[in-house]
């Protein structure tokens, strides 16, 4: 049995999760709500506080959806009440970031300044001008607001200029040396 897939997902207090059928689960909590359509062959029903992921038989692609269906029910459930964050740190001399209203302005080394639209439901916040803080209540959405601001000026390895995520390790390299 898949050990993450077993556990149960206990419902927090002020969390309403629905499912209906063909497995569209609802979570409503206190920061809003998410709606997600699970993979049908999964069985997830509520009893007493807690959500229950089951699998109809043990083939090798009903084992690999049991452990998704059940982090992904979690992950919502986390989403609706406390969120999820990433932080972004802007490394390199002239390298700033701004905001105007819902746009995110990134002066990276360009002729030009790059400019993001916040999407929906994802707001950034800034720190200074060289800390970045994606918020959201979908673990997904802001992964990947996160993943398409850093791939605007990726670190480089030989001074670490660029967007870098704030627990993100960057391998150095030794530049050149001159010949004798």
Not at 133 to 151: F, H, L, M, N, P
Not at 157 to 177: L, M, N, Q, S
């Amino acid at each position: 049995m898949s050990r993450i897939g077993r556990m149960p997902i206990a419902i927090p207090a002020g969390v309403t999760v629905t499912i209906a059928d063909d497995n569209k689960v609802t979570v409503k909590g206190p920061k809003g709500t998410l709606e997600r359509v699970l993979p049908a062959e999964m069985t997830i029903k509520e009893e007493d506080g807690h959500i229950v992921v089951t699998r109809p038989n043990d083939l090798k692609k009903m084992k690999s959806l049991h452990g998704l269906t059940r982090t992904l029910i979690a992950n919502m459930i986390h989403g609706v009440t406390e969120g999820y964050e990433k932080v972004l740190e802007v490394n390199g001399v002239g390298y700033r970031a701004a905001k105007q209203g819902k746009k995110l302005v990134l002066n990276l080394g360009y002729s030009h300044p790059v400019e993001m639209e916040d999407p929906e439901g994802i707001e950034t916040v800034l720190d200074g001008q060289n800390k970045i803080t994606v918020k959201g209540i979908s673990k997904e959405k802001v992964g990947q607001y996160a993943a398409e601001i850093r791939d605007k000026r990726r670190p480089e390895p030989y001074k670490g200029k660029g967007i870098k995520y704030a627990d993100e390790v960057i391998r150095r390299k030794v530049g050149k040396t001159g010949k004798k």
